[in-house]
């Protein structure tokens, strides 16, 4: 007979149980209260936090497309162990920015007017739309794997007729919706800094997007690759790690060019309010990383793939927060900080994000069984190359 265990109490267990509770408390004080008695949002800056927050999600999750895109369409198969992670990856970033969204908009019964009420003039009526359709087309790639650990087989070999049109619509869907994204903001020419807005902020999203979902999935694999569990080969890992080089290699060539031709590169001669974030955003979070990626040592390193990735991820956050904060603020006039119940907010859905990620991937068939253990277990051990004889 078996018995009942309670899930061993972890510190990061603690903190994610303690973000969680603390984000629903604050999201009921947001329904209850208002958005003004909450927020610090106002008229002159209606998206804050949050609007940054769902850029960060939905960038994160363009592992999805690319991976699937990668294997399935340009029969890349070497990166098939990583096609599960990538999908569950987008799967609850779009869930998370569907969460975030509702509680900003603040109507939840009011979630069938965009199916009713169309305005195809509107950007906002293309990203609504490609939400909507892509976490439908993610749920049909997603559904399988649940299947699968129930035994449910057939199921499985209906959704697989299918499956090859869902993935050519998917692809199609977030690449609209990762450049639609940058589209929003071409809107704003006159108040965006011009270090933030160009007309091909679009492509620079959509750019982006690939260079920090590749990463945030390496950095998960890294992330739960413990007690000598391997999730994926050190070697694709590193293969991985060139992808992300070469969309930051490209991304700083046509941001530069992009700059110099707008003659946008003249607000860097001295170091004010907007000049400081963009030196940290393209420093730490572009330059520093893909330097480090040019090196073999670095790229099949536990812990040169940790530092790398979360540089990456934290440059990636910063432009997008720059692109929805920084760029609109007139410092010092006019700024905007977002309220405590904000941050509550933001970070309660981050822990739930982090947790159903570990707990999905705790007890359903998402990596591959790899038995050999990594030499270079420890993240923070030294850099000792992973691939033995490299």
């Known amino acids: 007979m078996k018995t009942f265990k309670f899930p061993r109490i972890t510190f990061w267990g603690v903190v994610a149980t303690t973000l969680i509770l603390l984000g629903v408390g604050a999201a009921i004080a947001r329904f209850t209260l208002g958005l003004g008695a909450t927020t610090n949002l106002s008229d002159e800056f209606p998206w804050g936090l949050w609007i940054g927050f769902d850029f960060l999600g939905i960038g994160l999750a363009a592992a999805g497309f690319t991976i699937v895109a990668a294997v399935h369409l340009f029969h890349a198969r070497q990166y098939e162990p990583i096609v ?23 109507r939840p019964d009011h979630f069938w007017h965009p199916l009713v009420m169309w305005n195809p003039h509107s950007v906002m009526f293309e990203i609504t739309w490609c939400v909507i359709l892509y976490t439908t087309v ?10 699968e650990k129930f035994n449910l087989h057939a199921p499985i070999k209906w ?33 965006l ?8 902020l679009p492509i620079l999203f959509f750019i982006s997007c690939i260079a920090s979902g590749v990463s945030m999935v390496i950095l998960e694999t890294l992330v739960l690759s413990r007690k000598g569990r391997t999730l994926l080969p050190a070697a694709l890992r590193a293969n991985l790690a060139k992808i992300t080089a070469v969309a930051l290699a490209v991304y700083l060539v046509v941001r530069f060019q992009d700059m110099f031709s707008r003659h946008a590169l003249g607000e ?54 720059n692109t929805a904060i920084t ?10 900080f977002p309220s405590l119940l904000e941050v509550l907010i933001m970070t309660g859905i981050a822990a739930i994000g982090f947790t159903a990620f570990t707990l999905i991937a705790r007890y359903l068939p998402i990596f591959p069984d790899m038995p050999q253990p990594e030499p270079d277990e420890h993240p923070f051990s030294s850099l000792s190359p992973a691939v033995e004889g490299e």
């Not at 993610?138 to 299947?147: G, K, M, N, T």
């Not at 959704?159 to 809107?187: A, C, E, N």
């Not at 760029?327 to 905007?336: I, V």
Request: aromatic fraction near 12%; charged fraction near 10%; glycine fraction near 6%.
């Open 84 to 106: 599960r992670p990538a999908i569950l990856t987008a799967f609850i970033g779009y869930l998370l920015v569907v969460l975030v969204l509702v509680i900003d908009l603040g």
């Open 138 to 147: 993610l749920s049909a790639e997603f559904a399988p794997i649940v299947l």
């Open 159 to 191: 959704i697989h007729s299918v499956s090859l049109p869902l993935m050519i619509l998917g692809v199609l869907l977030s690449t609209l919706h990762q450049s639609s994204f940058g589209s929003l903001y071409l809107i704003v020419p006159n108040r």
């Open 193 to 200: 800094h011009p270090l933030w807005y160009t007309p091909l």
């Open 268 to 321: 860097l001669k001295h170091l004010t309010y907007h000049s400081a974030a963009f030196y940290f955003e393209i420093i730490v979070g572009f330059v520093i990383p893909f330097i480090l990626l040019l090196s073999h040592r670095i790229r099949n390193s536990r812990r040169g793939l940790y530092v790398t990735t979360l540089m990456v991820l934290a440059g990636f956050a910063a432009n997008r927060m």
């Open 327 to 336: 760029g609109l603020e007139s410092y010092p006039t006019h700024t905007y």
